[in-house]
């Protein structure tokens, strides 16, 4: 079965310090997208950054960055100089076709002024 | 801008009543996603649709269906609602040339 694992329910970072979350994630696919969506509170849940399987070169988004780790299925999200806007539910995701998205359960972050 | 709405923020039902839930996008995108959002379980796929008038279950169909006659709006119902039925709803498309989803905002469903 495929399935995604956060390991972190919550999570607190002091405001312009940086912070990781974990994810990992079974697959016996070789080729997937991997993905981290941000639901902030009461707002719309949004894709904050992307990772093609097939790609060494770990992706960034300005101050949103993965540690990928094929072999160990290993995808966590670094987020530097957190800010108060980065308080939200981050879910971890993949997907190995247009018809399923399989998420993870969530890590509450709160950034703390 | 891309937008998917649904049709309410909010909404309280009694058990037993037949419920609607909408969605609507404007990017043209094929595929839509129905899927639940409880704490410590992330989203749960409920059905999905690759095209007008197909639709696929999900991993938790039982008590729900769909329906998508037109290409930018994919619906939800409730048969008969029940108390564990009581969930935040989320509505999705995807582009299907970066696998990203696209959500709308949405719907707190409270069963009584």
């Known amino acids: 079965a495929q399935t995604v694992t956060q390991s972190q329910p919550e999570m607190s970072v002091q405001e312009a310090e940086t912070v990781t979350l974990s994810c990992t994630y079974d697959?016996?696919?070789?080729?997937?997208?991997l993905f981290w969506y941000k639901q902030p509170p009461s707002r719309q849940m949004i894709l904050v950054i992307r990772?093609?399987?097939?790609?060494?070169q770990n992706a960034t988004e300005n101050r949103f960055s993965v540690n990928f780790q094929k072999a160990a299925k290993s995808f966590s999200l670094k987020i530097s100089d957190s800010q108060l806007g980065d308080t939200a539910m981050y879910f971890c995701?993949?997907?190995?076709?247009?018809?399923?998205?399989?998420f993870g359960p969530g890590t509450s972050l709160s950034v703390i002024p | 801008d891309v937008k998917v709405t649904q049709s309410s923020r909010y909404l309280v039902k009694r058990t037993g009543e037949k419920v609607f839930l909408e969605c609507v996008q404007d990017?043209?995108?094929?595929?839509m996603f129905w899927y639940r959002q409880d704490p410590g379980l992330g989203l749960r796929l409920i059905y999905f649709?690759?095209?007008?008038?197909?639709?696929e279950k999900g991993d938790i169909p039982e008590g729900y269906s769909v329906s998508r006659e037109k290409k930018e709006r994919f619906s939800l119902i409730l048969e008969s609602a029940s108390t564990n039925q009581t969930s935040m709803y989320l509505c999705?498309?995807?582009?299907?040339?970066?696998?990203?989803?696209?959500f709308g905002p949405g719907t707190r469903l409270t069963v009584t």
């Open positions: 995701a993949f997907s190995t076709s247009y018809d399923k998205v399989i």
């Open positions: 697959t016996s696919e070789s080729n997937y997208y």
């Open positions: 990772q093609e399987a097939y790609k060494q």
């Open positions: 990017m043209d995108h094929e595929n």
């Open positions: 649709s690759y095209d007008v008038k197909m639709k």
């Open positions: 999705a498309s995807l582009a299907r040339g970066n696998y990203e989803q696209y």
